[in-house]
């Protein structure tokens, strides 16, 4: 394997000496590169793009090519293990991910077959040994997968929802049942990530988007419980280096102290939490990724500028020199200007110089 020419991701993420704070963004390959809108009307459809290996690792690429990210991310989607859990993915337009088949009962999950990750995904191990050859160590590649709650809204409801009716119904009138279903999301997402790890991934994001939408013990009992047993169950190593885990739980900034329980090295923040008083929570324990509104992007050059030097300056407030990522607090969204990105990741590595030198 080739050497890594840029690891300060990685390094960041274990709290070792960087240059410079690493940046990379949510969602970085998407709809609001003109380049990335051109390859998916050659794919067809969104499904089609994440199946083809040419396809899914060039827009894997494109964001690299544009902006001196420090992370490259796997292309693919959260819902590729319900599709190959068989409950059918499909995309409408205007509306989302949405599923041929819900689970909503004991017997739905008992019927639910057992992943085989490197074959039933094949698919997406194949784009990640594709990816990694392509970046020839430029940086390192993050795999990911969804949590285990995050999952099962999806395949509860049937799509996206916006109060989770369905979910939170079975969560208590029949909590036995999420609990089967949680059970055996995490065993699969075990072995999706450790499959993504043997084929080249360099770190993990556990992405729990909807675990802010829980109460606070539910939160513990319904979603950390499972990403903590996918922790456990991960190869915490590979080639020689660690492999660092991010959860990601968006909402969840007044949850870092139970967090550290799952033993991942970093945590995702959302925008609503203040970086300077995550990092007295952890108090040097894990390492911070996050955490700039993605809406920020639709301000002038100035306005990023601003944002993103008091992002760091929170970040930094206690003195530290690294545990921190720079990254927006959720995906970047279709409706940015290209040329706004550059400015937030230029400003992180110029401005953080004094920081972490
Ligand atoms: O970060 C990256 O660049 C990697 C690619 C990536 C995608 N989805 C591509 C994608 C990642 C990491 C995801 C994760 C994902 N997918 C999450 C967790 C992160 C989050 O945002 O909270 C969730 C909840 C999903 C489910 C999903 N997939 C939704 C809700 C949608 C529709 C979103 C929309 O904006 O319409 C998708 C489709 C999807 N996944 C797109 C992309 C680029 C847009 C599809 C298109 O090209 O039409």
Redesign the pocket.
């Known amino acids: 394997m080739t050497a890594l020419k840029n690891d300060r991701f990685l390094r960041a993420l274990l709290r070792e000496p960087v240059d410079v704070t690493p940046v990379w963004m ?6 609001y590169l003109p380049e ?1 809108r051109d390859i ?1 009307a050659k794919a067809g459809d ?1 499904l089609s ?1 994440c199946k083809n290996t040419d396809f899914a690792c060039e827009v894997t690429l494109q964001p690299l090519r544009r902006y001196a990210l420090d992370a490259a ?7 590729t293990i319900p599709d190959a859990l068989g409950l059918g993915l499909y ?1 409408e337009v205007g509306e ?2 949405k599923f041929h088949k819900t689970i909503r009962t004991a017997e739905d999950v008992a019927a639910l077959p057992e992943l085989k990750a490197s074959s039933d995904l094949d698919y997406v191990m194949n784009a990640v040994a594709a990816i990694r050859s392509a970046l020839g160590g430029q940086v390192p590649l993050i795999g ?1 997968s ?1 949590s285990p709650w ?1 999952l099962a809204t ?1 395949m509860i409801e049937g799509g ?1 929802s916006k109060d989770f009716r369905f979910s939170k119904q079975m969560m208590y009138a029949q909590p036995e049942v999420l609990h089967a279903l949680l059970d055996h999301l995490a065993d699969a997402v075990i072995d999706y990530l450790n499959a993504q790890i043997d084929a080249g991934a360099q770190a993990i994001q556990i ?1 729990d ?1 909807w675990g802010g939408a829980l109460a606070h013990r539910e939160y513990i009992e319904f979603s950390l419980n499972y990403m903590q047993k996918i922790v456990a169950g991960l190869k915490r190593e590979n080639e020689g280096r660690k492999v660092p885990v991010i959860l990601f739980t ?1 909402g969840g900034g007044q949850w870092l102290e139970p967090m550290l329980a799952t033993g991942a090295d970093a945590f995702g923040l959302d925008w609503t939490t203040p970086l300077n008083v995550a990092r007295q929570t952890l108090d040097g324990r894990a390492a911070l990724q996050g955490n700039l509104d993605p809406a920020t992007l639709y301000g002038s050059s100035a306005t990023i500028e601003q944002a993103v030097k008091a992002m760091l300056d929170d970040a930094y407030a206690h003195g530290e020199k690294t545990g921190y990522v720079a990254n927006l607090g ?2 970047i969204t ?1 409706w940015v200007d290209p040329a706004k990105p550059q400015v937030f990741i230029d400003t992180v590595h110029e401005y953080s110089v004094k920081y972490s030198g």
């Open positions: 949510m969602r970085q390959a998407g709809r990335y998916r969104f793009l991310i796997l292309f693919s989607d959260i819902l995309f989302g991910p990911f969804g995050t999806y996206s992405f988007s968006k959720h995906g279709q």
